[in-house]
């Protein structure tokens, strides 16, 4: 048995997100695959497209796929914008509602955490329903809460709060359904840099939105910068209703599957070789060559394309709705949440301290100078996004290449590193000559610095969970996004306070230092990442609903 088995090819036991993405030696047993040219070898595409389906999103055209992806983007822009719009405006609101700073950061609280849990109720129509008529009622229901913001800017804080409140409600699914559409029509090995764009989109907005509503506001007055925000959800609602087609697919596809002897395990574990590392075996690969099949599905046009409506008959909504929950027992989801909200607070602490931090003495910046604050943070988060994106995804090839072409999710962790050093790094740069109140250059380069390491965070996290579970991509974005608004909540609740009695260098090293705390547990993922996957596979928490995607 066992030299009939040496003479055969390479594969990898069966493991969540252990994919073959690059055919190096050719195997015949791979040929039928679809792929695409890779140096000397091949990368095979995960997932394969239909074979019968001319409308499976895989299959569409590149700039089909980057007009239905750019609109997702701008969405969540929109989505991200509204978040921190008030940093230029805190001390304004404050005089107005006569209330203190900290409170009106509160109603920053009321967004994030109905923004989590409205995620719970958005989401599971993603995935029965479809993504397109979740995109097009958000984005709707998004503007009218910019509208009713705009007049209760002017009213009463009760209605304001209120009204904050449902914006988080009406943009939740921004955090959660825009990296299924990724899944939805990019392959695996495209994945990190479009989820990178994601993260730039999100954090751009959280960055351009004080920046330009900082000046509107000093212009004109807060009431405008919701409007010319809710003008902006307007056109995106415009361009998604005819430039943003149906992405979930719920067609037969063909699947890459290996199937290990049993036999051949036994053998692997009497040699003292764990079962997550390479075997060998018989590869029985379920799939049909493109050259038996064609495509016998007729091509939906453009018009039946705007009002298609796709229905996952495959799954109850209650399974859906409870699969969120069930993630929060996944090792690898919830250290993703944890890495990703940690990450993103970021946002929402710089949000709320631009006001408190630089507008009394010795800087005294009015509206439109503490909007110009977050230009270092963008350039931050634009150096994050490459060195998570195009980067990280180069790494991790590069690694897959040395595992004779099999790709792991943690392939992509090293680059962690980078983000815990920059994190740090930024932090210590601002605390330090914000407390000792150097010239205003040299905290707000420590906070460029600081949101490249954010940036690059959030994004790894997002990645590696997607890429363990890709089948549950839209419930892992619901429960990353809910723990998440949980964590960045809090900050809301005490960040200016906690500055106001202990300082800025005391707050920043204490939060960067749970940061690179947290970061560290990437060895722990790293190292074990494959077998916790493997005995979630074993455990399948999610029963048997989950075999049938």
């Known amino acids: 048995m066992s030299d009939e088995i ?34 000397d070898g091949r990368i095979i595409l995960v ?50 509602f006569r209330r203190p ?82 899944t939805d029509i990019f392959y695996l090995h495209e994945r990190g840099e479009k989820i990178a764009l994601y993260g730039l989109s999100v954090l751009g907005g959280n960055e351009l939105g004080p920046l330009a509503s900082a000046y509107i506001i000093q212009s004109l007055s807060m009431r405008w910068a919701f409007f010319i925000t809710a003008m902006s959800i307007g056109v995106s609602l415009i361009m998604m209703f005819f430039f943003m087609p149906e992405t979930m697919f719920t067609g037969p596809r063909p699947k890459i599957v290996s199937v290990i002897a049993e036999e051949t395990n036994k053998i692997n574990e009497s040699e003292g070789k764990p079962s997550c590392e390479h075997v060998d075996g018989d590869t029985s690969m379920n799939t049909v060559p493109r050259e038996l099949e064609s495509l016998t599905t007729k091509k939906r046009s453009y018009r039946n394309e705007l009002f298609q409506v796709g229905i996952n008959h495959d799954i109850s909504f209650w399974q859906i709705f409870k699969r969120p929950f069930i993630l929060m027992a996944y090792p690898t989801v919830v250290w993703s949440s944890i890495v990703y909200g940690m990450s993103l607070s970021w946002n929402v602490i710089l949000g709320s301290l631009v006001a408190q931090l630089f507008a009394p003495p010795p800087y005294f910046f009015a509206s439109g100078a503490q909007g110009l604050v977050f230009i270092s943070p963008l350039l931050g988060s634009l150096v994050g996004t490459y060195l998570a994106g195009p980067l990280a995804d180069q790494i991790a090839t590069w690694f897959t290449a040395r595992n004779l072409g099999f790709r792991e999710p943690e392939m992509r ?30 905290p707000i380069v420590g906070f460029g610095v600081l949101s490249a390491g954010a940036q ?81 596979h074993k455990k399948n928490f999610m029963g048997e609903e989950s075999e049938r995607e």
């Not at 055209?61 to 822009?77: E, M, P, Q, V």
């Not at 590193?417 to 740069?429: E, K």
């Open 6 to 39: 040496k003479h055969q090819p390479t594969q990898y036991t069966a493991a969540p997100g252990t994919e073959l993405l690059i055919d190096q030696e050719h195997f015949s047993s791979v040929h039928d695959y679809q792929h695409v040219a890779h140096g």
């Open 47 to 96: 997932p394969q497209p239909s074979l019968k389906d001319p409308n499976d999103p895989l299959l569409w055209s590149c700039l089909k796929k980057w007009l239905t992806f750019g609109n997702g983007l701008f969405y969540a822009f929109n989505g991200a914008v509204t978040g921190p719009m008030m940093a230029g405006g805190m001390v304004q609101l404050a005089t107005f």
């Open 101 to 182: 700073l900290s409170d009106i950061t509160y109603s920053n609280g009321a967004t994030l955490i109905c923004q989590g849990f409205g995620t719970l109720l958005w989401m599971p129509l993603a995935v029965k329903f479809g993504r397109r008529p979740v995109y097009l009622a958000s984005n709707a229901l998004m503007g009218i809460a910019c509208v009713w913001l705009a007049i209760a800017a002017e009213k009463t804080y009760p209605q304001f709060v209120v009204a904050r409140a449902f914006l988080g409600l009406f943009e939740a699914p921004i955090e959660a359904i825009v990296p299924s559409t990724v």
């Open 413 to 442: 962790l090293p680059t962690c590193i980078v983000a815990a050093f920059l994190t740090f790094v930024g932090a210590l740069i601002s605390g330090l000559t914000y407390h000792y109140q150097t010239h205003w250059v040299g």
């Open 456 to 536: 690059m965070g959030a994004t790894l996290a997002i990645s590696y969970s997607l890429d363990c579970h890709k089948e549950l991509s839209a419930e892992i974005m619901v429960t990353i996004s809910c723990l998440k608004s949980g964590v960045a909540w809090i900050w809301t609740w005490c960040i200016n306070d906690w500055v106001s009695s202990s300082g800025l260098l005391t707050v920043l090293m204490s939060v960067a230092a749970i940061n690179v705390a947290v970061y560290m547990t990437t060895f722990i993922f790293h190292l074990y990442g494959k077998k916790i996957r493997i005995w979630l």
